[in-house]
DNA sequence: GAACTGTATCAACAGTGTGTTGAGTGGGTC
DNA sequence: GACCCACTCAACACACTGTTGATACAGTTC
């Protein structure tokens, strides 16, 4: 069922492999600060107008100090992003159940209805994040790892499907997961940043769950 | 019908808006020469990894010198993908009698492979493009109206099948086009550039068809 | 309570990039 | 031969990034 990566948080211990050297004593403070100083500035400007300086001053701190927590600015938007991932995931958890309890069309609708809530009130790092994958490796491998996440669970459904005699034959139902997944992000991503052409926040649901259900149980027979 | 943009480069002149500061005599080979190193080093390596020095060197050229061609790197690549999408848009020309004299599957087999067909052999290019617009209003902007352009032409093939009879209701054409639209962007992309999970350069014709023509052609009847 | 250990801090440095200034050079042209 | 004007670049001024080395300071530990 392919469950969203879990953001190497160990249950008790606060150490990210990402976050401080080592330790673990007081300046939790600072950290978190810091963390807060980036989400705060992201919704105000991108990524490439935040400078290291920008961080540590809003975190009171200087920039040498900045690099003690954080070993680069890249570091400090890669650890808000696994949180919000992991907060996504957990509320992504159950698409399948969904589906199966509400039928198709209200399951879907809720299934990624749930995932756009997750972005959509923090569209300053959902931008970040994005941009961040054209520089760094880090950034891009989260991300497969998520959209492979998604990948799978529709697989899963239309396969399922298909196999119930619900949904018609047609393309291979991994290819047209893929398809379909895409499709989401980057509508949703254009949405939420209010890219032009784009859907408007109200309508993106409804147009993109005509399109799956379409692509998933329809058939096409053009006159 | 909605053509796409066309580069600004007035028909004889050679006085691009982004190119030199003014002039027109004999320094065109250094321009040329900025343009053709740009193009083939971001076939190794990323934008970002690419600096003024190194297209100065590869045109056999002083830095402060490549400023006089050019006013930044952003420049030099919008100037490639200005002339990319110019070359794409003459291509594109024909959705409509494509899908008139062919049919709808043939037709927007042929409409979208022209489209894939412009990108593929310079996918540095298409990178770069994509990676500028994170920074750069220009870029952004560009390619806003290239996918204007398309929307259009996909709203009014949507809408004269509808009222052809050929197509069942459903979404707004325009709203249906900008999702569709938006899939084929990000799919491609990703193919492109062999992110993971993406489609097999040979499959994404086929699986982005069976989606458009089910979205467009097919209702969905689930069980 | 002196010596030790490890967290936490920053001034100062080194390096790499960008974009600008100002001083040329050399080929037309009147 | 004086004057443009396209063209060129050494040297500069900044804005970043990431590192070094010195220091402060809070607990132990004996």
Excluded: C, H
Excluded at 71 to 96: F, H, M, N, W, Y
Excluded at 133 to 144: I, K, P, V
Aim: proline share 5%; net charge negative; no cysteine.
């Amino acid at each position: 069922m392919a469950t969203v990566p879990q953001a190497e948080t160990s249950p008790a211990s606060a150490s990210n492999s990402r976050g401080r050297r080592n330790t673990r004593a007081s300046g939790d403070d600072r950290e978190r600060a810091i963390l807060e100083t980036a989400e705060q500035l992201l919704e105000e400007r991108p990524l490439s107008e935040i400078s290291v300086d920008d961080l540590a001053k809003g975190a009171g701190i200087s920039r040498p100090t900045f690099y003690f927590y954080f070993p680069s600015k890249d570091a400090v938007v890669l650890t808000i992003i696994d949180r919000l991932v992991a907060d996504a995931g957990s509320g992504q958890e159950a698409i399948l159940t969904a589906l199966a309890e509400a039928g198709p069309q209200a399951g879907l609708r809720t299934a990624l209805q749930n995932l756009y809530g997750a972005f959509r009130s923090r569209p300053g790092v959902v931008r970040a994040g994005s941009d961040l994958r054209a520089t760094n490796q880090e950034a891009r491998d989260l991300w497969a790892q998520v959209m492979e996440g998604w990948v799978a669970d529709v697989t899963a459904v239309i396969e399922f499907e298909r196999s119930r005699g619900t949904a018609p034959a047609g393309q291979p139902a991994r290819e047209m997961a893929i398809a379909l997944v895409q499709m989401n992000e980057r509508a949703q991503y254009a949405t939420l940043l209010g890219e032009e052409p784009s859907l408007e926040g109200d309508r993106v649901l409804d147009v993109l769950i005509e399109i799956w259900l379409r692509a998933i149980y329809g058939t096409a027979e053009p006159g």
